[in-house]
């Protein structure tokens, strides 16, 4: 069932008479949606790290680089996308501004739009244990040239001591952290013309 009354959607969590008022509807947490995103903007903080000195040119070595950077572009495409996806359900119910904790927005929606938004956590999570795979496995062929965007990186995510503090702000440090992953990606094309057909 459909809402359409947007101040009957987004509550926080009210006494028992309310929730119950609400039968007809569901209340997801999206608080695990955003601990997913928060897993995504983490994944190159355990593993990115240069792991070779000089520059990869030639043979079965420069084949694995390729086939890692792709699969780590591809990975970005799905967490940039669900990023985007997550925030369009944030301004869409307006919680940008809820606190980012657990229990501290409900979302009282119909069951269609609950389905759509545990298959978005689901994604979500998937993604990052992905992206983090594929980062490490990049890894393995980063040089001395990707030292400063991983540096860049890592500072970035060693500045994040605790969680977001809103909804909002979890979206903003997603896009951050995306946009210097991407930077990566694209030094590594620029260098190797993996779009270019090199």
């Known amino acids: 069932m ?13 006494p028992l008479s309310d929730i119950q ?10 608080f695990t949606i955003g601990l997913a995103v928060f897993q995504l903007i983490a994944a190159g903080a ?15 070595e420069r084949q694995r680089l390729r086939a890692a950077w792709f699969s780590a572009r591809r990975s970005m ?3 940039v996308r669900q990023v985007e996806e997550f925030e369009s359900y944030i301004l869409e119910e307006h919680f940008q501004e809820a606190p980012f904790r657990i229990g501290s927005t409900r979302l009282f929606l119909g069951d269609r739009r609950k389905q759509t938004l545990q298959r978005l956590r ?13 980062l490490d496995e990049l890894s393995n062929y980063l ?8 540096a860049d990186i890592l500072g970035t995510l060693h500045e994040i001591d605790r969680l977001p503090e809103r909804y909002g702000d979890l979206i903003i440090v997603a896009r951050r952290v995306a946009d210097l992953y991407n930077q990566l990606l694209q030094q ?4 190797e013309g993996f779009t270019s057909g090199r």
């Open 21 to 30: 008022q609400r039968a007809d509807l569901v209340d997801p947490d999206p």
């Open 122 to 134: 689901g994604q979500v999570m998937t993604t990052a244990i992905r992206l983090g795979d594929d």
């Open 188 to 191: 590594i094309d620029i260098r």
């Open 46 to 60: 355990t593993f990115l790290e240069q792991r070779h000195a000089s520059h990869i040119t030639e043979g079965a």
């Open 2 to 14: 459909a809402v359409d009354d947007a101040s009957n959607r987004h509550q926080p969590l009210g």
């Open 77 to 79: 495409i799905f967490f």
């Open 143 to 150: 040089t001395s040239e990707q030292q400063p965007i991983i």
